[in-house]
């Protein structure tokens, strides 16, 4: 009879129904690690009732505790240890069987939050913070999604969780590498990597490898690499069947280091940024490529600092006292505003040529009106300088732009000839090119031919330059004058709209005006700009040309 408890552990008894609800509510995990100790020792009591109270005296416990065992009420360890010391051989020797079993069951490992970096960064980085409702949804979304674009005031903590997936993709994935980038190395190393730093010291020896100033490497087949896209190290071998690619300050890379990354088909890709542009791949993960990404969005009122009941403030993150400050100095309906503080893309940014409002009006003029017949036609043409650049051909009727014609890896020769057709078609009355470097080449080739051609040095003086720095500058001014009024219209072209809404000018301590230059924007890994050059010229026809629109 003494041995009948320790068979039967895993069949309580009919009396033990009512006490199973009760063991629900205190948790899964209790229930699962003392269900069979406990119900021994309940089954034995209550087959041995009449012994409860001589029982309770030598294990020295109240009745009301045996009472609670007996009704089914969860004893505690310090409980259930008096009374398997006080009971028959079998339940001690079960008791200790089940607290081996305890110490011996493995703790939670990193990999085994392969699925959760949320419980990742709370159970293993949990000295190192806590994300807030913001940076779980984006924790959430990497977890579930191939691509994520995560848009934010600033001091939102985006790299604070960007550094922590990092390190979540790592510790829970096999054969995983992750290449980390941003426009600069101190973005790079003395932000988002520092995080990281922080981060792995506050997981102790939870977390396997070696943590560096700009790497983290566990093995061969496991490391991450941080690096700026001003000085991009040699992609090919970053290949990974669990590869993560992170770009932080995702706004000021440019569209061909985007494109280089996206070319390792990343498992996981994951842009943060500010809405401090209206172009690139940054831009159109929340527009035009929407469809894409999973999105998140970050606002100051998000924030733990600004929530409602929040007491202590958390360093670095923006107070209420620096959104009312922004507010006061630059408004609520300023770009800088909208940007920095609600985390949102602004119309245009205080320094845009064009803006977007601008733009989309000049699309949809095209898209409800003809052709202007009777309009002289005009052509502008930007020709390559560079073995990545294209040479653009750009034809407008009026205010009316008919077509945008680009060449890839065509010589003067062949770019000439290409004009020619379009001037013998149409019967063009104006060609303007851009004749610095190569494209003096086909200004002369189409002089020979006695064609309408019109030599332009955009970087020579202006017609006014009292008022503008250069003729570049002066004839994207009259451009921006054609937007602002209403007077062109452009087809629904993305590479052309991201051109212009890239453009950007300056007062210059003379007081005139210049536009930023192309090495400028090539410096920053932005592309020529050469669509937008082209339209510039085909519409920068001169009154004494008796073309003017």
């Given amino acids: 009879m003494a041995e009948q408890p320790e068979q039967q552990r895993d069949a309580p008894a009919a009396g033990d129904a009512a006490g199973a609800a009760p063991r629900a509510q205190a948790g899964a995990g209790a229930e699962h690690e003392q269900q069979p100790y406990v119900l021994a020792i309940r089954q034995w009591l209550q087959r041995n009732h009449v012994r409860n109270v001589a029982l309770a005296g030598r294990a020295r416990i109240g009745r009301s505790t045996l009472g609670h065992i007996l009704s089914g009420r969860e004893p505690s360890d310090f409980i259930l240890d008096k009374l398997a010391t006080s009971t028959k051989p079998p339940l001690t020797r079960m008791r200790r069987d089940q607290r081996v079993a305890a110490q011996a069951r493995p703790a939670p490992q990193p990999s085994d939050y392969a699925s959760d970096p949320v419980a990742f960064v709370r159970d293993v980085l949990g000295d190192a913070g806590r994300p807030y409702a913001k940076q779980v949804e984006l924790f959430e979304a990497v977890a579930r999604h191939r691509r994520v674009s995560v848009v934010g005031c600033n001091g939102s903590g985006k790299d604070w969780a960007a550094a922590r997936v990092v390190l979540w993709w790592l510790a829970t994935h096999r054969r995983a590498k992750a290449v980390v980038t941003g426009p600069t190395q101190r973005q790079v190393e003395e932000v988002l990597w520092r995080e990281m730093r922080t981060a792995f010291g506050a997981a102790r020896d939870r977390l396997p490898g070696q943590m560096y100033t700009a790497r983290y490497v566990v093995d061969n087949d496991r490391f991450a690499l941080g690096f700026a896209t001003n000085h991009p190290y040699n992609l090919q071998g970053f290949h990974s069947p669990n590869l993560l690619v992170v770009v932080t300050e995702a706004h000021a890379v440019g569209q061909e280091h985007m494109d280089a990354l996206k070319r390792l088909n990343p498992k996981r890709l994951l842009l943060t940024g500010n809405p401090l542009t209206l172009s690139g791949e940054f831009y159109d993960s929340h527009h035009r490529k929407a469809s894409l990404y999973t999105r998140v969005s970050i606002s100051a009122f998000d924030t733990p600092n600004l929530q409602l009941g929040r007491d202590d ?72 300088r560079f073995g990545s650049d294209k040479t653009v051909l750009c034809l407008r009727r009026g205010g009316r732009v008919e077509r945008i014609h680009e060449l890839r890896g065509a010589d003067t020769m062949q770019t000439a000839g290409r004009v020619l057709d379009y001037v013998w078609r149409h019967g063009v009355q104006a060609v303007f090119v851009d004749a610095a470097g190569v494209g003096g080449g086909v200004v002369d080739r189409l002089k020979e031919l006695q064609q309408p051609v019109v030599e332009v040095q955009v970087g020579g003086a202006a017609s006014n330059p009292s008022r503008f720095i250069n003729l570049r500058a002066e004839i994207f001014w009259d451009l921006r004058r054609r937007f602002l009024t209403g007077s062109i219209a452009i087809p629904d072209d993305a590479e052309l709209a991201g051109q212009l809404l890239a453009l950007r000018y300056d007062i210059a301590s003379s007081g005139r005006i210049q536009l930023e230059s192309k090495a400028d924007l090539r410096a920053k890994g932005q592309p020529s700009p050469d669509r937008a050059d082209a339209l510039a010229l085909a519409f920068m026809a001169p009154a004494s040309m008796d073309v003017w629109v």
């Avoid at 609520?332 to 119309?347: M, S």
């Avoid at 205080?350 to 699309?363: P, T």
Wanted: charged share 30%; glycine share 6%; proline share 7%.
């Fill in 313 to 384: 403030a958390v360093p670095g993150m923006l107070t209420p006292e620096d959104v009312e400050e922004r507010r006061r100095d630059w408004g609520e309906d300023h770009p800088l505003y909208v940007a920095a503080v609600l985390g949102q893309f602004p119309e245009a940014l205080e320094d845009s040529l064009i803006s977007r409002k601008q733009l989309d009006e000049a699309v949809e003029r095209w898209s409800s009106t003809s052709a202007e017949t009777g309009k002289p036609w005009i052509m502008g043409v930007d020709v390559a």
